[in-house]
């Protein structure tokens, strides 16, 4: 068995590779890259990334977003957000946006991977899943992206924290929120606790 045939057992259909994952079992990977990518056994995701295509009834599947970002990262502390889940918090938001956004210790920027967009944020502190309070802090956080009227958007989100579980959304502000986000959340309260002492 050739080295070549030797490295093509080990792709699995589906995986992200990083080149220097494939070095390990190749003697001369950049010659061999090549060629699996010259006869559709990889496909060049983007410098140093690739994929194994896994094939369906429908064609080849793409990559899925997690593997993309591990394998981009080299790390599986992040996590996957889109603005496009605040439509979900009924505040108002409507607008759909074409971008996955990225939290991370490690890179910041827009990067494109397998024909995607991800804005890669580094961020101190972000949920392993993301949750009803993160997404309204994020929501918060990124007021000023958003296409949608902003004053009414806070509204809004002031009227959900005030049904909800006011405590736990400060609490979320506090970890995962920026200046406007606490200030919003802890006055919130403290009007709440105000209101229910009168």
């Not at 140093?48 to 970002?69: H, I, S």
């Not at 979320?172 to 986000?181: L, N, Q, S």
Request: aromatic letters at 10%.
């Amino acid at each position: 068995m050739t080295k070549l045939q030797e490295l093509k057992q080990r792709l699995r259909p589906g995986k992200v590779y990083r080149r220097e994952d494939l070095a390990q079992w190749s003697n001369a990977v950049d010659r061999h890259l090549k060629q699996l990518v010259a006869e559709g056994t990889l496909t060049k995701l983007r410098n140093g990334l690739y994929l194994r295509p896994k094939k369906t009834a429908f064609g080849e599947a793409p990559a899925g977003d997690y593997e993309l970002v591990q394998s981009f990262l080299k790390d599986d502390r992040f996590l996957l957000a889109s603005p496009n889940a605040y439509n979900a918090l009924g505040v108002g938001t409507t607008q759909l946006y074409n971008e996955t956004v990225v939290y991370n210790h490690k890179r910041h920027g827009r990067f494109n991977l397998g024909g995607r967009s991800f804005d890669f944020r580094m961020k101190a502190s972000f949920p392993k899943k993301v949750t009803k309070e993160f997404l309204l802090v994020d929501l918060l956080n990124n007021l000023d992206r958003l296409a949608e009227n902003q004053d009414e958007i806070l509204e809004r989100v002031r009227a959900k924290a005030v049904a909800g579980n006011p405590r736990r959304l400060e609490r979320a502000a506090h970890e995962y929120g920026k200046v406007r986000a606490k200030k919003f959340f802890s006055e919130l309260v403290a009007s709440e606790v105000k209101a229910h002492a009168a």
